[in-house]
């Protein structure tokens, strides 16, 4: 049983920085990918960046490019994602998913987490 597990989020004033972390475990494909996707309130779900665990090739949203980093540990399998310069609009919850490819669509992503709430406001 695979499972992912998001921790890092929390409340930031605007211009402020967070790191999110998600650890995997359990038996994945290890030659696909890792996502994280936010959901905000009445919104739908939307992709924010992902990484290929071999090679570490990265996606990123409009949203989150020149703002936000993925990055990964693959001994300790979990991925990281770096805000900054956070935006009210970035308010959401934030989860992770693996699936066997990189893409954008949350269709695309097996397993999931169940999310941590980051919420950006003055």
């Known amino acids: 049983q695979v499972q992912l597990v998001e921790s890092g989020g929390g409340w930031m004033y605007p211009g402020g920085s967070l790191r999110l972390s998600c650890t995997v475990s359990?038996?994945?494909?290890?030659?696909?990918?890792l996502a994280w996707f936010r959901q905000g309130p009445g919104k739908e779900r939307e992709f924010v960046a992902a990484?290929?665990?071999?090679?570490?090739?990265?996606l990123y949203a409009d949203s989150a490019t020149d703002r936000f980093t993925i990055s990964r540990d693959n001994a300790k399998n979990t991925v990281w994602l770096q805000m900054n310069s956070l935006k009210p609009e970035d308010t959401a919850v934030y989860l992770c998913?693996?699936?066997?490819?990189?893409?954008?669509?949350?269709?695309?992503?097996?397993?999931w987490g169940v999310g941590t709430q980051v919420t950006v406001s003055s």
């Open positions: 990484i290929r665990w071999i090679g570490g090739r990265t």
């Open positions: 998913a693996v699936g066997s490819y990189m893409r954008r669509s949350a269709d695309d992503y097996d397993n």
């Open positions: 359990g038996d994945f494909f290890r030659g696909g990918a």
